[in-house]
């Protein structure tokens, strides 16, 4: 399959799934993320983690809450490293000691303020914000690039988080530049 056509599929899926993901009703979008915040914080790979790297959501896109899952990993004395979007489709690395540092920047994602940048970042976990994944665990972003330079770099563990219904039986168009993840987690299951 050429380039031209894996992105309009992706492009199509991209809107199918972001309308599934918002059809989910808010007072069952709770359950759900309790359910997948479990099984996150009780990974093998989580738990021995010094530090972990992870998106901070958006609950209007209805993403899976990791505000939760920030907030037991400071507790539990991890570092928590969340990333900044830059120019260019870069993502810069910040660690917080609290989710009260987060604010919205003019896209809407929840991003560290008056925080140092790290130079050089090694989580032992990323956790990674989709919009769909297949049983491959190949992984359907945003479309910016902005995870998949970032994936590229790294041999840290990579766990995208979604919902069951962002499951896709079918495999998902990739490019050359798609990095799979190891592992999806879903209110029912771990994938790896």
Not at 119 to 136: E, K, S, T, Y
Request: proline fraction near 5%; aromatic fraction near 8%; charged fraction near 30%.
């Amino acid at each position: 399959m050429i380039s031209g056509e894996i992105r309009e599929q992706k492009k199509s899926l991209r809107k199918f799934y972001q309308q599934r993901r918002m059809q989910i009703p808010k007072p069952q979008l709770v359950s759900l993320n309790t359910a997948i915040f479990d099984k996150a914080v009780s990974l093998k790979e989580f738990k021995e983690a010094d530090a972990i790297h992870i998106y901070a959501s958006m609950s209007e896109r209805n993403e899976v809450d990791t505000f939760s899952i920030m907030e037991y990993a400071l507790r539990n004395k991890k570092r928590v490293i969340v990333p900044i979007m830059m120019e260019a489709g870069k993502l810069k690395h910040c660690e917080i000691d609290s989710t009260s540092s987060l604010k919205k920047n003019s896209w809407g994602v929840p991003e560290p303020v008056d925080q140092k940048l790290l130079d050089q970042i090694n989580p032992d976990v990323i956790f990674v914000p989709m919009l769909a994944g297949d049983l491959q665990k190949n992984r359907l972003g945003y479309g910016k690039g902005y995870y998949d330079r970032f994936l590229a770099s790294t041999n840290s563990v990579k766990a995208g988080l979604l919902f069951e219904k962002q499951l896709s039986d079918e495999p998902i168009p990739v490019d050359s530049y798609d990095v799979p993840l190891d592992m999806l987690i879903t209110e029912k299951r771990i994938l790896k």
